[in-house]
């Protein structure tokens, strides 16, 4: 029973249940003669399928991810840059409004983590990406001194809307603040980007990313290849195309 749940339970939600209609609307169409369109839906299932896989996913990821691992003996510097990741500005928290997504929130424990063994200050890199919205600095800042990091320790730079203006206005902060050995703290799979952007803007960081949210060295089995989200393939897609871009457009 157990493994039955398991095989029919990720059918009946998405990307599941859209997958399931493909291939039922193949089935009809192949009893219908409907041979081309039975292909069709055949590979618009498989197309909607792959995605939403963990190996696919963590293939992906590994591409990303090769030149950096987080090992916090091997941190120093004078100084933590974090970036911002997500806040939903809107809800409301015990301390104020907003509160960081659940990827944020990850990175907001490492810097914090980080900081609490250096002592050093912690720079928040992130500002209102759309208009009439609440700036992400402010809102990682107050979960950051929350989490004992002194305000005194805190600085904001609420300008940045991307990866191009964390770095541009970071720097301008070290500068001011003469800190010359800054630590990047952000996902490990927008590490490689983050370091890219980082260096071409004149601001050599050492990385030390925070972890994908499965294990990438897990054994696959049959479970494996059911169907789940289209979250980590999609970031991990976003990663590549960024990255592309970024090549081209600022350097």
């Not at 003996?73 to 809800?91: C, H, P, Q, R, Y």
């Not at 990682?140 to 320790?153: A, K, N, Q, S, T």
């Not at 191009?164 to 500068?175: G, P, W």
């Not at 927008?190 to 054994?219: I, N, W, Y």
Request: aromatic letters at 12%.
């Amino acid at each position: 029973m157990f493994v039955f749940k398991k095989l029919i339970t990720p059918f009946l939600l998405p990307p599941g249940i859209f997958i399931l209609a493909a291939l039922v609307a193949a089935v009809l169409c192949w009893r219908r003669k409907q041979r081309l369109s039975a292909l069709f839906m055949v590979l618009a299932a498989v197309a909607l399928w792959l995605p939403a896989l963990k190996p696919v996913a963590h293939l992906l990821h590994r591409g990303l991810v090769a030149e950096y691992t987080a090992l916090s003996t091997e941190a120093s510097g004078d100084v933590i840059v974090l970036l911002g990741g997500g806040i939903n500005d809107k809800a409301r928290d015990m301390t104020g409004m907003g509160v960081p997504t659940s990827e944020m929130m990850v990175r907001i424990v490492t810097a914090v983590r980080l900081q609490k063994r250096l002592g050093v200050p912690v720079i928040v890199s992130g500002g209102a990406v759309y208009d009439q919205a609440r700036s992400e600095a402010v809102v990682i800042r107050r979960f950051l001194m929350d989490l004992g990091v002194p305000d005194r320790l805190v600085f904001m730079e609420e300008k940045s809307r991307d990866t191009y203006d964390n770095a541009v206005f970071s720097r301008q902060i070290c500068l001011a603040h003469g800190f010359q050995r800054p630590i990047l703290v952000t996902s490990d799979y927008h590490m490689k980007r983050a370091v890219m952007t980082f260096q071409r803007a004149g601001l050599p960081v050492s990385p030390f990313p925070t972890p994908f949210p499965s294990d990438l060295r897990e054994r696959y089995g049959w479970w494996t290849f059911l169907p789940e989200s289209y979250e980590h393939t999609a970031a991990c897609l976003k990663e590549y195309i960024g990255w592309v871009y970024y090549r081209f457009a600022f350097f």
